[in-house]
């Protein structure tokens, strides 16, 4: 592999997480190739790579549709870090009395797309962490104002103002009406006074009516039926100085009463008529009943391999590699069956049991007159292989197999288990690195080899 272009991956990973305020390990991309051995993975058993991440960042910034005294400035914001809360904005005078803050309306862009915020609202010093995972996105926060309830009273004055950011309701009870209810609130209601009416027959007709006995002020009462008396004539009830006929319907207001509560007393009015007497009564002056004549008068009527290389032995007549065991030979014999001499000059070929690059430590098998007795043994294997029992080759009963290394991934901000794949490499061959992990609100920057 060419060290140069990974060299600079490195660089760059580093150098883009410390711009963000973390210090991290050796990162590597992901997919990229490594080798399944102790030059990069630094064990021949095991090696776990942590996923580094850089947290996704935003801007926050607010806007009103009304005037207000001084709008929150932007901020940058990051993912599971804190970001400050926007308090409540003020409102200039102009508006101060009639509107009061409600919330913060919340929306979500990025390059002129809309993008979905945790949340659609936020109260006034409201949390805005992880309020969106969308990298880049500006988050606007839209003051939301409203004008307090309108007064719906009855039988009450009322007047509004915002104060401290809180409709207050002023109210008081109109004239003629008392007992309020809901008072101070848009809602306030008042009952009208109970008024007592006093009834006077005016003098005449017998005893006064008792009922209606009182009035409640805003409504109305019956006038009573007519009293009656000889030779009068019943003209009404008078009331402040207006006269109503036995029945009428009244309203029972201050026009009416010319009074908010207390009593009134309503009078009946009459009329004396001509009595009209039988013949031999009169009508003596000042009385409404006639009378019989006196004696001498008269009277008129009327409603988330081992490759065996051997080893050089030999004599100093023959060559290593060769041998002879007789005398006068005109020529030396080479070595059989992967076995060899020492020095020059030998009579036999001893065997040395000389493995491949993977074999570290054996037994030297037994050799006679160039056959073998007994085979070698591997005793122990270089880094990243290990004694297998099985499919000996040459000389030898074991070979020595490149180990499997175990893979495992974790994640570096919650350092839970990533379940992903490769799970092991064959050691002195490559793999590549898992695909890039997904992780809310993160940007993954590399796979970091744990030490």
Known sequence: MNIMPKLLIK???VLTLLLFGFVPGYAYEANEELNCDTSELNSDTSAQFAAQWSPVSWTVQASSSLPVVSTPSDQTCYYDQPCAAFARPSLTNANSDDYYFVNWNVSCSKNGSSCTPTTNTVVANGSLANITDVDGATITLTAHWETCTPCNTTNAEC????????????????DGYGNIQNGNTSQASC???????NWNNGGHGGSAPSQPASCTYGATFVMPSAPSETNWSFGGWSLNGQVYAPGATVQCNYTTLNAYQGSVTITGTWTQMAATCAPGEYLPGGTTVCSPCNAGEYCPSSQQTYSLSGQDQGNTACAKGSYTNTTGATACEPCQNGSTTSAVGQTSCNAVCVNSAHAQTWETATWSNN??????AITGCVTGY????????????????????????????DNSSIETTPTSCTYNT??????????????????????
């Open 386 to 413: 290990e004694i297998t029992s099985e499919n000996g080759q040459g000389l030898y009963t074991n070979i020595c197999t490149a180990k499997t290394v175990a893979l495992s991934y974790v994640d570096t901000v």
């Open 430 to 451: 490559t793999f590549n690195l898992p695909d890039a992990p997904i992780k809310q609100g993160y940007r993954f920057v590399g796979w970091e080899l744990v030490e």
């Open 191 to 197: 009952s009208g006074n109970t008024i007592t009416l």
């Open 11 to 13: 660089i760059t990973a």
């Open 159 to 174: 007047s509004v103002s915002v104060v401290n950011n809180v409709c207050e309701y002023t109210t008081s009870c109109l």
């Open 371 to 376: 056959t073998v007795s007994n085979l070698c």
